[in-house]
């Protein structure tokens, strides 16, 4: 069988879920802060607990950790003996307990750690009955994150040609302060030189067309009357040359 001080770490959970809220009112307790309290990894932390009225049976020192249901027992400071129990698997270098007055009860936790976190009161037993302190919030601060801005990229649109006109007129601007930039600007060539090719071509095909019209012209036959002369000196009928 189990020693009497681990038969009573694993009971005391359940009879602390099973006591009757009237006993709560037994005993009324001063707690040492008052209020949540805030602190940093690797902190020592001190709590304390005064009852208000004489108790010679001690004290109990537990912690309700977040989203948990079942509180966890920590050490029990006795109240007749500077002895102090400290629950299995827990270090006694961080975790410390002791009565500082003969109704004060401190718990030290040293190298404070997120598991750490929770709602820490104390239990003590009076004419059978327990009674319950207020709860002390002792959490560590959440640290506010700042998301960068996201860095925004200009891109040249393709699919709408007056922002490609655009974009290029804006590129071809002359610009003193910077150096001029070796070989050919393919945007700038392509602004300037698509309006040339376009002249040229309705010029080529102004010449072709007039090319094309004289030469048809060449080729007509002249169907204009010529006078017949007749020997005599006598102008007669006029045929048609053809």
Not at 101 to 117: C, K
Request: glycine fraction near 6%.
């Amino acid at each position: 069988m189990g020693s009497p001080f681990a038969v009573r770490s694993l009971l005391l959970p359940l009879a602390l879920l099973l006591q009757p809220v009237g006993s709560q009112t037994q005993m009324k307790f001063r707690m040492n802060p008052q209020g949540k309290r805030e602190v940093r990894t690797s902190d020592k932390v001190q709590l304390q607990c005064e009852t208000l009225s004489a108790s010679q049976t001690g004290c109990s020192w537990l912690r309700l950790a977040p989203q948990a249901v079942v509180p966890t027992f920590l050490l029990f400071i006795s109240g007749s003996t500077p002895n102090v129990k400290l629950a299995e698997g827990l270090d006694s270098k961080r975790f410390q307990g002791e009565r500082t007055t003969p109704s004060t009860y401190r718990l030290t936790v040293n190298n404070f750690r997120e598991e750490d976190q929770g709602h820490y009161y104390c239990v003590v037993t009076r004419n059978s009955a327990l009674s319950f302190s207020p709860f002390v919030p002792v959490f560590i601060p959440v640290k506010a994150t700042t998301t960068p801005a996201p860095k925004t990229t200009t891109r040249l649109a393709t699919t709408s040609s007056s922002k490609q006109i655009s974009a290029g007129s804006e590129t071809c601007k002359p610009n003193s302060s910077k150096q001029e930039k070796k070989g050919l600007n393919f945007s700038c060539d392509l602004y300037i030189w698509m309006p040339l090719t376009g002249v040229c071509v309705i010029l080529l095909l102004a010449l072709i067309t007039t090319i094309i019209i004289c030469q048809r012209s060449r080729r007509r036959v002249c169907r204009c009357p010529r006078p017949l002369i007749r020997p005599g000196g006598k102008s007669g009928p006029s045929e048609r040359y053809v």
